[in-house]
C-alpha cells in the first residue's frame, strides 16, 4: 500500500459524538431527526482507541483540542465524562507522556445545566471549556430552537448561562444567524452586550447551506448580498460605539476577518483556506467510531455516495481500521485530488481567495454538482460580504482619523 500524503497536517482537533441524541429539534439542525432520537453512547473502549490511535501517530500536534459536539452532550451523565476525560488522559499518560497538552470543550444547548452539571464543570475548570449555544434575543432564539413538542427553549437556555455566570464559569457563546436576526441587529448585539462579563466571547454562524431550507428565513441566495453586509456593517458600528464600555467584548467573525485581511498579499497564498479543510487536522468520530476529517462535526451520513461506499467522507471505523491505514487509503488520496482541485478552481478565478475562510468544497458540489467550481452564494454571503463590510469599516476609522489630524478641519473662526 501507498505511503500517507505529504499534505496530512498535525491533528489538533478530535470531535467526539458522546451521544446523536438531542433533547432539542432546532429547525436548522444538519443532522437528522432520526440521528437526533438515537440514545446511543459512544463507549469508553472508542474513547481510548481514538486516543490510543492518535496520540502515537506521527501527525498529532504539540496541543490537541477535544470537543464533545454533534448530538447534546449534557443528556449524558457528568460521570460520563468524568471517566472519558480520565481515560483520555491516561492514554496520554501512558503512550505519549510529557508530549501532548490536551484541552477538553463541550459544546450544550444550556438546557439541562443544574448544579450537577457546575460541581462538573467546577471539578475540570482547570482544563475544560464549555460553549453553550444561544441565538439571541427570545423571539430570534425561540424561532428554531425548540424542544421535541415545539416549545421554546430560551428561558431555560438563559437559565443555564445565569447558573454559569453564578459559578463564575465563564463561557462562549455561539449564535445562528438566519433572516431573522438581520432584521435585529441592535437587538441580538444588546443580548450578548448584556452578558458579556460572563463570556470569553461570541461567535455568529451563517447557515452553512443557504439552499435547503424550506423557510424563507433559513435561506439566501447571492442576491442577499446588501442584507448581510449591512446586518455586519450595523454590528462593526454597534462595536466601536460600545468599546469605551468594554473594549474586551470579542466578536470572533470580526476578529479573525480582520487577521484573514493582515495576512493577505500580491502573490501569497491563503494559508487560512488551505487549512481550513486540511486533512487530519481536524478528526471527527461519531458514537459508533466512524471516522470523517476535513471537517469538525462532519457525520458519516452527509453526502453519503460521493465515493461510492455509502460512507460518505467516513475514512472506516476506528475500531476496525488502524488511523495509519486510514490516511494510507485510496479514498483519502481521492478526497485530496478534490479538495485541490476545488482550491485551484477558486485560487485562478476569485479575487476574494487571499481572504477566504475555505472549507466550500462540499458546497461547490450541492449547488454545481461538481469540486472544480467557484462561487456560490455561500461564498458571497460569508465570505465577500463580511470582508466587505470589515473593509468599509477600516475605511471609515481611517477616515476619521485623518480628519482628527487635519489642522484644517479645526475652525479658526473670523
Sequence with gaps: MTGAPESLRP?????????????????????????????????????SRVFAEVLASPWVAETLTVIWHSGEPLTLPPAYYDDAIAEVLAVRDRVAPGRVAIRFSIQTNGVLIDDAWIAFFQRHAHHLDIGVSCDGPAALHDAWRTNWAGKPSHAATVRGM????????PFKAIAVVTGHTLDDPDGFFRFFFERRAALTDLHFNILADGASGTDPALRFTEGDRARYHAFYSRLLALSAAHADADPGFVIQNFRHGLARLLDAAPGRTASHHEESSAPLKALSVDAGGRVTTFYAGLAPETHADLYGDGQGLSLGNIMETPLAEMARSLKLRRMLRDFRA??????????????????????????????????????????????????????????AQEADADPRAAGTGA
Design 11 to 47: 491533528i489538533e482537533l478530535v470531535v467526539l459524538q458522546g451521544t446523536p441524541f438531542c433533547n432539542m429539534n432546532c429547525g436548522y439542525c444538519d443532522l437528522s431527526p432520526d440521528s437526533r432520537r438515537q440514545k446511543r453512547t459512544m463507549p469508553l473502549a472508542v474513547v
Design 162 to 169: 445565569d447558573r454559569l455566570a453564578a459559578a463564575g464559569l
Design 342 to 399: 476545488s482550491r485551484d478552481a477558486c485560487a485562478a478565478d476569485c479575487a476574494y481567495f487571499g481572504v477566504c475562510t475555505g472549507g466550500f468544497e462540499l458546497t461547490k458540489v450541492v449547488r454545481h454538482g461538481r469540486f472544480d467550481a467557484t462561487e456560490t452564494p455561500e461564498c458571497v454571503i460569508h465570505v465577500q460580504a463580511l470582508t466587505d463590510a470589515l473593509l468599509d469599516d477600516v475605511a471609515l476609522h481611517l477616515d
